[in-house]
């Protein structure tokens, strides 16, 4: 469970980790610099355990992975928009991001809202309005990255 940190349409990579950070690719450094373009106090406010919420086409843009790992790394447990860039999405699960599309979750969920995600059902609640909203939920094998922290380690973890 975690406080709900929003943002609109079209987020790209750009706006998430600007190109000007990314002589790095620590996930410590990166979270450092994590939304500055569009929300400058959110490394500020970010706890472990809260959640970002926002519109359509969430990760567009450039297909480097350091966005997914800055948001991971700077405690945002999952990621909820009413549809992501397709590289994104593919991205954050291969690092173990977990992200959810939900259209009524983006609609109805607002800034600060506690929100709660089951991983198994895809059930998103919004503690603050006491709205539940559905998601596809992750296939086994998708909670079996993420629970590995990614796509290399679950493969380290399942070579026979």
Do not use: W
């Amino acid at each position: 469970m975690g406080k709900a940190f929003k943002y609109g349409d079209n987020v790209d990579t750009d706006v998430i980790i600007p190109a000007r950070h990314l002589n790095t690719s620590e996930p410590s450094e990166l979270a450092k610099f994590c939304m500055e373009d569009i929300d400058k106090d959110f490394v500020k406010n970010v706890q472990p355990g809260d959640v970002m919420v926002a519109g359509e086409n969430f990760g567009c843009g450039s297909s480097r992975e350091h966005a997914p790992i800055a948001i991971k790394a700077s405690g945002i447990t999952c990621v909820i928009a009413s549809s992501f860039a397709r590289i994104f999405y593919r991205n954050s699960f291969n690092i173990g991001l977990p992200i959810f599309e939900s259209k009524e979750a983006s609609e109805g969920i607002q800034m600060g809202d506690e929100v709660s995600v089951d991983f198994e059902t895809g059930e998103i609640t919004n503690i603050t309005r006491g709205e539940k909203y559905q998601a596809q939920p992750l296939p086994e094998f998708m909670r079996g990255i993420i629970d590995a922290d990614g796509l290399i380690n679950y493969i380290k973890k399942n070579i026979n």
